[in-house]
C-alpha cells in the first residue's frame, strides 16, 4: 500500500510483515484532504533481459546475440554481492520485480563464495533460475582514502566478467552496487549521445574540483563502453605492473589504468547521484542512479520518487575529447 508519510511530506511504501515489496507508484496529487492523496500505479512491464543463468555445475552464461536492441543503447549490467550482510536479500528482491540491473538487456551477478541460487527469474526474464557467478578472492585493506584497497579483489572479478562474454553484446558494461538505485531506461537515453565514441568510459563525480585526481569515476556505477573494456582486458597487465595500485580503491585503479591506457574519459556528472559525492535527490529527474540505499524500503522509496518525477526532457552530454575514436 501507499501511504503519505507526515513526517517527510511525501508519500511513501506500506510493506507486508514477510518483507515483500508492493511495487507501485507513487504519485501525490492536491486532494481536500489536508494531506495528498497516494495514488498507487501498478508500473509498466517488465524489461526482458537475457539473464546469466548458472548451475553450481558450470559458470557458462547466456549471451547476448545483438549488439543493438530495439531501446538502442544496449546495457550489460553486473553486480558483486556477499552471501552474508544486506546484499542478498536486496539483490532478491530486485530480480523478483525485475528493476535495477535485471532490467538491463543482460545481466550477471558474482560472489567470491561458490556459486549459490539468487532465486528464480520472473517470467518476462526467462522464468529460470539465476546463480552467482564465483570469482576468486583476496585480501582487501585500507585504501590510501581510507576507503576499502580491493583493487587485487576487482581484478580478479574483472578477469571473470571477461569470461562471461556477456560484455561483448552490448554498448556499454555498468558495474552496479548492489545499493545503487539503477534506472536503465534513463541511463539508455544519458548515453545515447556516447554510443559511437568507441572505447570510453563515464567519470561521475567532481567531489574535489581542482584536485588532480578529480574528476574520477565513483564506484557506486562504473560505466565503460564495450571497446573500453576490451582495452583494459586485454593491457590491464601493463596496468598492474606500472601503477602503484596496491594502496588504491578499485574505482581509482580502473580510472587511472584506463587513463594510462589513453582511454578517454568523459566528465559527465549528471549520470550518479551519490551522497559520497555531491549528493543524491532521487526525486531530481535527472540522474539515471542514486547512492547509496542498503535495505528494502529506502532502495524502493528511492526509486519510487525517481520513477514520479518529470524526467528532463533532454540531458546536456559531455563534450568529446579529441582522442575519441569513434565505432565504425
Not at 501511504?3 to 510483515?17: I, N, Q, T
Not at 533481459?49 to 549490467?77: D, E, H, I, Q
Not at 544486506?86 to 532478491?92: A, G
Not at 565503460?224 to 586485454?234: G, H, K, M, R, T
Amino acid at each position: 500500500a501507499v501511504v503519505f508519510d507526515e513526517m517527510r511530506r511525501r508519500c511513501s511504501w506500506l510493506y507486508s510483515k514477510d518483507g515483500e515489496t508492493q511495487l507501485w507508484r507513487a504519485m501525490c496529487r492536491e486532494a481536500p484532504q489536508p494531506a495528498p492523496a497516494c495514488v498507487p500505479v501498478a508500473t509498466a512491464a517488465p524489461t526482458t533481459a537475457a539473464p546469466a543463468t548458472t548451475t553450481p555445475a558450470t559458470t557458462t552464461s547466456a549471451t547476448t546475440t545483438t549488439a543493438r536492441s530495439s531501446k538502442g543503447v544496449t546495457l550489460f549490467c553486473y553486480s558483486v554481492v556477499r552471501a552474508e550482510g544486506y546484499e542478498l536479500p536486496l539483490v532478491q528482491e530486485l530480480l523478483k520485480q525485475s528493476v535495477g540491473i535485471f532490467a538491463c538487456d543482460s545481466f550477471a551477478v558474482f560472489s567470491q563464495s561458490e556459486p549459490f541460487m539468487i532465486g528464480t527469474a520472473p517470467a518476462g526474464l526467462g522464468g529460470g533460475d539465476v546463480w552467482t557467478k564465483h570469482f576468486v578472492g583476496a585480501p582487501v585493506g585500507v585504501s590510501k582514502d581510507g576507503t576499502a584497497g580491493n583493487t587485487k579483489l576487482f581484478m580478479n572479478l574483472w578477469s571473470a566478467v571477461a569470461a562471461t562474454d556477456l560484455w561483448r553484446g552490448a554498448d556499454f558494461a555498468l558495474k552496479v552496487d548492489p545499493d545503487a538505485v539503477l534506472l536503465p531506461d534513463r541511463l539508455r537515453r544519458h548515453l545515447a549521445s556516447y554510443a559511437s565514441w568507441g572505447p570510453t568510459f563515464v567519470k561521475n563525480c567532481n567531489k574535489v574540483p581542482g584536485n588532480p585526481d578529480f574528476p574520477m569515476m565513483f564506484g557506486a556505477l562504473e560505466v565503460l563502453s564495450q571497446e573500453a573494456l576490451q582495452v583494459y582486458f586485454e593491457r590491464q597487465s601493463e596496468c598492474e605492473s606500472k601503477l602503484p595500485w596496491q594502496a588504491w580503491g578499485e574505482d581509482f585503479f580502473m580510472g587511472k589504468c584506463l587513463d594510462m591506457l589513453g582511454v578517454p574519459g568523459l566528465a559527465d556528472f549528471t549520470i550518479l547521484g551519490d551522497n559520497r559525492c555531491t549528493g543524491a535527490v532521487c526525486g531530481d529527474g535527472v540522474m539515471a542512479a542514486y547512492h547509496p540505499f542498503k535495505d528494502i524500503a529506502s532502495w524502493y522509496d528511492c526509486w519510487g520518487q525517481a520513477n514520479v518525477a518529470h524526467e528532463a526532457a533532454t540531458y546536456t552530454p559531455a563534450p568529446r575529447p579529441p582522442s575519441v575514436v569513434l565505432r565504425q
